[in-house]
C-alpha cells in the first residue's frame, strides 16, 4: 500500500500563486506515475498534472490544457514527494487538489482518474478574484 499526504493549499488573489506538496510513503517503490487531480464543487475530479517517476518515459509530465503554461508539476526524493508549483492562478482553479499514485502496468498518459488507485485526503485551493 501507498499512503499520500497532500500540503500546502491555501487561498490567493487572481494572479497569485501557491506551491502544493505531497508526501508519500508505504511501498513507495512501486510508485512509477504520480499527479495531481482537483474537484471544484459540483463537478467532476479532473486531472491536472501527471509525471512519469518509473518505467519508460521517466520525468515525462502530462498537463490539463487549462493550466498548462502555469503550473508545474515535480517529484523529489525518488518519487516521495511531488510538488505542484502554481502561478497566474484563476478563480477556476479553485477546487479540492488531490495527490494520486499509480504503479507499473497503470497509464500515466490518459489522466483518467481510474488509472490511479491510491490518492491523499486533499488540500483545498481558493482564488478570489
Known amino acids: 500500500q501507498v499512503q499520500l499526504r497532500e500540503s500546502g493549499g491555501g487561498s490567493v488573489q487572481t494572479g497569485g500563486t501557491l506551491s502544493l506538496t505531497c508526501d508519500a510513503s508505504?511501498?513507495?517503490?512501486?510508485?512509477?506515475?504520480m499527479g495531481w487531480f482537483r474537484q471544484a464543487p459540483g463537478k467532476e475530479r479532473e486531472g491536472v498534472a501527471r509525471?512519469?517517476?518509473?518505467?519508460?518515459?521517466?520525468?515525462?509530465?502530462y498537463y490539463a490544457d487549462s493550466v498548462q503554461g502555469r503550473f508545474t508539476i515535480s517529484q523529489h526524493n525518488a518519487g516521495n514527494t511531488l510538488s505542484l508549483q502554481m502561478n497566474s492562478l484563476k478563480p477556476e482553479d479553485t477546487a479540492m487538489y488531490y495527490c494520486?499514485?499509480?504503479?507499473?502496468?497503470?497509464?500515466?498518459?490518459?489522466?483518467?482518474?481510474?488509472?490511479?488507485?491510491?490518492w491523499g485526503q486533499g488540500t483545498q485551493v481558493t482564488v478570489s478574484s
Open positions: 508505504g511501498y513507495t517503490y512501486t510508485i512509477s506515475c
Open positions: 509525471i512519469r517517476i518509473g518505467g519508460a518515459g521517466v520525468g515525462s509530465t
Open positions: 494520486a499514485a499509480a504503479p507499473l502496468g497503470y497509464s500515466c498518459v490518459s489522466g483518467s482518474r481510474g488509472d490511479f488507485p491510491y
